[in-house]
Nanobody
């Protein structure tokens, strides 16, 4: 089992920045990809950014490319630096872990509880 705990959410005005952190523990050796998803009310959960834990290769959704950056440390703790935030970035953000970097959320094995990000205009 892998446990994931997110932190760093909050409220910010448009144009501001936030940094989300995900602390991983447990059998993290069983996972090869860490990611961040988000879900706004009435919308499906969508992948925001992923990082392959062995290669360091990253994926960022087009909607956040150039504004958000995913990174990790040796212990697979994963951060999401979010700059130039927009009201449409408002959502619950979830950290997740899986054996591979799947675009859809269904094949991800482990999830955190989520942290709320609210961006006001």
């Amino acid at each position: 089992q892998v446990q994931l705990v997110e932190s760093g959410g909050g409220s910010v005005q448009a144009g501001g920045s936030l940094r989300l952190s995900c602390q991983a523990s447990g059998y993290t050796y069983s996972t090869n990809c860490m990611g961040w998803f988000r879900q706004a009310p009435g919308k499906e959960r969508e992948g925001v950014a992923f990082i392959h834990t062995d290669t360091g290769n990253t994926y960022h959704a087009n909607s956040v490319k150039g504004r958000f950056t995913i990174s990790q440390d040796y212990a697979k703790n994963t951060d999401l630096e979010m700059n130039s935030l927009k009201p449409e970035d408002t959502a619950m953000y979830y950290c997740a872990a899986a054996s591979a970097c799947y675009l859809g959320p269904d094949r991800w094995d482990y999830w955190g509880q989520g942290t709320q990000v609210t961006v006001s205009s």
